[in-house]
């Protein structure tokens, strides 16, 4: 068993989430604890304003409402939802939350069973429960004993087979699934799992299972008012269907709360980028004449998916790797210049960077310096493009080849200041 603890500010939104999936059949309410009457039987309103008063006993608080997840193996899929109800009592009162008032769903949209318990950290007599390493103080603990007690499956068991997450592993598809819903799920196991520190990189990751976050065109309205939306995108990578904002998503995964995602991520890193150059490198010292095609399968048989951007005339300018095991996600350009659009290309010029024609990259530069050279009627006797054009194309490659270099730093910053000598007394 798997217990996710979220704290929140408001009970309003935890609550909507779980009644929105029982309105859809997705989810349906096992009961409660300490409310007045059969928690099952009483509505949205009753439910919402009973947790509301509760609250309002203590207005210092904010944070003060619980949304908790158990997950269990998918083998314990015939888990009833008496078993379920009594392994969620069991469990508030290890928690030291068995006398609070708190709500019991079981959901269906999922590959594993799973409940989500909704409750409130504010006590009768207007005091709050301590929630500071809750997790580790009070779910840990309670996890391993009920385990034990009700024969789960132990959470380490589930750890060591390595699997990803099954809600990520199906890219959504437009029109099977109703759009908000499809992308939330994706949202949900993405969000949280990867270190991603731009909204580019976070693309990359959510254009593996066919979603995208956009921030408006320039001078729109949204762009300007710092708004998001996420769309759904077909096999090509091209938007499909009524994009959904932010706000409307349980988790609000807006763009002021991403931006301080982007922060904490640079923080703490990216990761093991070792592991995937040494997957590179590798292929290129073991098999000769390998191809973009081959790095692509390569990394994905170590768990690491080469995501390419490619323009219009089907010319690859970026490459991000995302490392699922990890959660490591960096542009190219961050490992190195070898491991960049332009060095990988260099690398393995047999790669698939060809376009239909079946062209190779130096193939498309030529095709588009004879385009140019017709536009100008510059060609030289041969028929071949003229040699100023091509001096032109070389001095742009160099100055859109930008080497990564260390940032500068003041030396009025980094020198050492000469301690001051205190004075003696007067």
Known sequence: MVAVIKVSSSINRI?????????RQKAVCLGGNNFPGEAADLSFTARLNYFTRRMELNTNTKRNSLHISLNFDTSEKGLSDKKMAQIAHAYMKELGFGEQPYLMYRHHDAGHPHLHL?????????????????GIRKSEPARKKLEEHFGLVRAEDRKNKKTLPEKILRPVSY????TRAAIQNVLEAVLDRYKYTSLHELNAVLGIYNVRAERGSEGS????????QYRILDDTGQPVGVPVKASLFYSRP???????????NKITGKGQTLHIKNVIDRLEATKKGAGLADVEQA???EGITLVTRRNSEGFIYGLTYVEHKTGTVCNGSSLGKPYSAKGMQERFPLSGTSDETGLSSTGLKDQRLNKIAD???????????????????????????VERAPEYVSKHYTRKRKKRKRRGPL
């Open 175 to 178: 029109g099977k699934t109703e």
């Open 15 to 23: 609550l909507n989430y779980n009644e929105n999936k029982v309105e």
């Open 118 to 134: 909704v409750t409130t950290n504010i006590r009768a007599d207007g005091s709050r429960i301590d929630l500071h390493h809750l």
């Open 375 to 401: 536009d100008l009627s510059l060609r030289d006797p041969d028929g071949s493009a003229s040699g100023i054009i091509r001096e032109i194309s070389g001095l742009l490659d160099k100055l859109v080849d």
């Open 254 to 264: 807006t763009l002021q709360r991403l931006e301080g995602k982007f922060a904490r």
């Open 299 to 301: 990394l994905a048989r």
């Open 221 to 228: 309205r949204m762009e300007q008012h710092k708004g998001l």
